[in-house]
């Protein structure tokens, strides 16, 4: 198993550019989310998807768009990137119990500076 | 929104000592809890979890404890190696399928 994998592992944008950070999982979790970590912070949740076809969102969703169009792919976009969303951006995976979402793994991180 | 904070943002220990990290809470209906560790420049890579019908669990070297009544979790870890330096983060799922993380604790380990 390959585990969680983001692309790229770097981004320079600059103001109002978009893009999409992609994430795959082959472990056929149900669960998936997308997190930022700024520097010297913890991880805040932007948005999460408990299957194909279901998003919600996390504590800090403006200015990103997700779709979980198949249980393996969980892109997240940037519709008009700002300097403020420069950060580390997390993506992980869990299997769903019936308490809620379970140990999630976690993928390298891609590092977006935003000039 | 929800709180997850850390008392120590750094915490130094010899080699072979034990550590212990510690967390509070905020959401007294969080049912879920995890210790996470992460070394620089790496996500986040599990260490181990708790619910809140269990006041303690054992791992290999690890020991979580979850005190209910002040909201506040820890982790012990024993006999530190150098390889446990890293940042270590509390999580703790407050709202079913949404995880919340407090801001970090460095642990240096020195030889």
């Known amino acids: 198993n390959a585990g969680v994998t983001q692309t790229p592992k770097f981004q320079v944008l600059k103001t109002g550019q978009s893009m999409t950070l992609q994430c795959a999982q082959d472990?056929?979790?149900?669960?998936m989310s997308w997190y930022r970590q700024d520097p010297g912070m913890g991880l805040r949740l932007i948005h999460y998807s408990v299957g194909a076809g279901i998003t919600d969102q996390g504590e800090v969703p403006n200015g990103y768009n997700v779709s979980r169009s198949t249980t393996e792919d969980f892109p997240l976009r940037l519709l008009s990137a700002a300097p403020s969303q420069t950060s580390v951006y997390f993506c992980?995976?869990?299997?769903?119990?019936?308490?809620?979402?379970?140990?999630?793994?976690f993928g390298p991180g891609t590092r977006l500076t935003v000039t | 929104g929800e709180s997850v904070g850390l008392h120590l943002p750094t915490l130094s220990v010899q080699e072979g000592d034990n550590s212990i990290i510690n967390c509070a809470y905020s959401n007294s209906a969080s049912d879920y809890f995890i210790w996470y560790k992460q070394e620089s420049g790496k996500g986040p890579q599990f260490i181990i979890d708790i619910r809140s019908n269990m006041d303690k669990r054992q791992g290999q070297r690890v020991t979580v404890l979850l005190n209910k009544t002040v909201k506040h979790l820890s982790l012990q870890i024993a006999a530190t190696q150098p390889g446990d330096s890293a940042v270590y983060f509390c999580a703790e799922n407050g709202n079913f399928n949404k995880f919340y993380f407090g801001s970090g604790t460095k642990l240096n380990v020195k030889p």
């Open positions: 992980a995976s869990s299997y769903l119990t019936t308490g809620g979402s379970d140990e999630q793994y």
């Open positions: 472990m056929n979790h149900e669960y």
